[in-house]
């Protein structure tokens, strides 16, 4: 991963203020996970397509991010047992460019993933009734939740040339909880957004090219795995052994 400044600086660069036409806060996620080797020839393979996100010429940011759900873990049980309409709640530091926001997701039966934020001074472990009253808001009830995991990565942000896409590609990613703690460095997690999903993305084919698939599996809920084995999952059980095979090789 050592090469990685070098190619991505290859990249032309694109400002957070040119990135206002690809906000996608409505949006279709596909995401796709492999092997960090992989990277440096994708990478390579993707600049005659994107422009690179740079703040004050930083091209790979640090995010840090808490997760919040109840304490049945309807969030997680919700995307395991596959329900079309679902939630997640976080803060989410975007340490570059000095922001701090509360992220209320929620996607829907149309495959759309919706982001609504609030803007904050800093994250929190404990929420203000300010916090809760935003989260009623969006979501359309009352939920009591608390903190349960952080999930901090770095984050290389490409934009399409010509296309409505947006392409966030996270790499050294560590989760903690207050008993546990670990990473997926051997993996990187990849996520084409878009208007309306389209397979004429640049990403998609050359991943297709390279043996990447796509994999429906948040880093939320590949975390709470991580961090919680007897936590429900028969349902993600291939997708945790794709997962650990990843780690291994």
Known sequence: MSSLPAIIS?????SLDEMDDVKLMSRTDTKFAFQANKLPFLLKKLIPFYRVLSIDGKLIHDYKSLYYDTDDRKFYID???QRV????????EYVGSGLTFLEVKLKNNKKRTIKKRMKVDAITKELSEEHKKYIKKI???KLAVNAKQWINFSRITLVHKTQKERLTIDINLTFENEKLSGDLKQIIIAEVKQEKMSRSSDFM???KEMSILPIRLSK???????????????????????INKLKQA
């Not at 290859?10 to 694109?14: A, K, L, S």
């Open 220 to 242: 939320y809920c590949m975390t709470t795995l991580q961090l919680n084995p007897d936590v429900k999952q028969n349902r993600f059980k291939e997708k945790l052994l794709f």
């Open 10 to 14: 290859d990249f032309t660069p694109i």
């Open 85 to 92: 309409n679902r939630n997640k709640i976080r803060f989410r």
């Open 205 to 207: 084919k050359i991943a």
């Open 139 to 141: 979501i359309g009830k």
């Open 79 to 81: 995307h395991h047992n």
